[in-house]
């Protein structure tokens, strides 16, 4: 059966804390996403990544940062956490021409 | 932004089927039509896609109309498990990239 998993599934931490968020899927897939999605906003992209130490930025990455170093595993960094960063944080990954993407349960975290 | 349209909100009693209709009149020749749903608190998950034949896997059917304008879910006999908020999404074919998820339509299955 196919899995992604997230660190946690409810995360409390301070403003100007450092913040790691990470995902891990068992699929062998070359593509990896992070999303927050937000009440009325819903799911906006943050960054991906198509292979091992490659990132790309999405619609909203200011204010995060990534890392692959290894193909299962796609990190999000909060580098100085905000409350506006408050939101529920959801990994996928997918592959191949029509890229299925798969999501893991997400992480809400709460900033204050 | 989303390219589809949906109602924000449907009910369905438990045990019959729902049909989850989406417009998508800008859709291209080369985009395909992908179905998403998110049950409260969970990620999304992938229900089905289709380019322009009618499609059909053990959760769902796809039904898309010959001008490919528009398509409908279909949940043929709905529990009460299926209550989510169900998404509508075109795209292209080997894209990568994001998904956009438009605002879906919440479906209630009711007993």
């Known amino acids: 059966d196919v899995k992604v998993t997230q660190s946690s599934r409810y995360l409390v931490k301070r403003t100007g804390e450092k913040v790691f968020l990470e995902c891990v899927q068992d699929m062998d897939h070359e593509n990896m996403f992070w999303y927050r999605q937000d009440p009325g906003l819903g799911l906006r992209l943050i960054y991906f990544?198509?292979?091992?130490?490659?990132?790309e930025k999405g619609d909203i990455p200011e204010g995060y940062s990534v890392s692959r170093e290894k193909k299962e595993r796609f990190s999000l960094i909060l580098e100085s956490a905000s409350t506006n960063q408050t939101s529920m944080y959801l990994c996928?990954?997918?592959?191949?021409?029509?890229?299925?993407?798969?999501f893991g349960p997400g992480t809400r975290l709460l900033v204050l | 932004d989303a390219k589809t349209t949906q109602p924000p909100s449907m009910d369905c009693a438990e045990g019959r089927a729902a049909n989850l209709p989406c417009n998508h009149s800008t859709i291209s020749g080369n985009e395909y039509v992908y179905w998403y749903r998110q049950i409260h608190s969970q990620g999304p998950q992938y229900i089905i896609h289709g380019l322009k034949n009618n499609e059909t896997n053990e959760m769902a059917s796809l039904i898309i109309t010959e001008d490919r304008k528009s398509s409908t879910l279909i949940l043929p006999h709905a529990t009460l498990r299926d209550t989510a908020v169900y998404y509508c999404?075109?795209?292209?074919?080997?894209?990568?990239?994001?998904?956009?998820f438009g605002q879906g339509t919440e479906l209630s299955v009711k007993p």
């Open positions: 990544s198509y292979d091992v130490k490659m990132k």
């Open positions: 999404i075109v795209r292209l074919y080997n894209q990568g990239g994001k998904l956009i």
């Open positions: 996928a990954s997918g592959q191949g021409a029509v890229e299925t993407q798969y």
